[in-house]
C-alpha cells in the first residue's frame, strides 16, 4: 500500500544554503516520525512558494546517505494572495502498511500554521 506523507517547513531568506538545509531537515523529520527508509520510497514531490527560486530543493535530499536513487520532483506552488511566503512543501510516496490516522505529517517553523489540526 501507499501512503502519501506530507511536511512543510519555512525559510528565513531564498539563499540556497537555507533551502538545502531546511529542506533537508524537514524529509529527515519525516522520517524519523514516520520510521521510513529511503527503500521504502516510491517518490518525492517538493514544491517551493514562488518567491524561492535560489536552488533545487531536491539537491539536498539527493545528497543524502541513501537517497540517491529516491525519484524527486520540484516544483513551484501557485502564486495565491496572502500565501505563507518561504515555504518548502514535501510530499513523500511511501509503501507503508500504517494507517493514515497514524501518519505522522511535520510541519515545521512558521509552516505550522497551514495544518495546526496536524501538529502535535
Not at 46 to 64: G, L, N, Q
Not at 89 to 107: A, F, M, S
Amino acid at each position: 500500500m501507499i501512503r502519501g506523507i506530507r511536511g512543510a517547513i519555512t525559510i528565513v531568506e531564498d539563499k540556497a544554503e537555507y533551502v538545502w538545509g531546511e529542506t533537508a531537515r524537514l524529509v529527515k523529520e519525516v522520517a524519523k516520525q514516520n520510521k521510513i527508509e529511503p527503500e521504502d520510497i516510491a517518490s518525492v514531490t517538493i514544491s517551493t512558494t514562488p518567491d524561492i527560486h535560489s536552488a533545487f530543493p531536491a539537491k539536498s535530499v539527493r545528497t543524502m546517505p541513501g537517497w540517491q536513487y529516491v525519484p524527486i520532483m520540484c516544483m513551484h506552488e501557485m502564486d495565491v494572495p496572502g500565501a505563507l511566503p518561504l515555504c518548502i512543501r514535501v510530499l513523500l510516496h511511501v509503501n507503508t502498511d500504517t494507517p493514515q490516522k497514524e501518519i505522522h505529517h511535520v510541519y515545521l517553523e512558521d509552516a505550522v500554521k497551514l495544518r495546526p489540526d496536524l501538529v502535535k
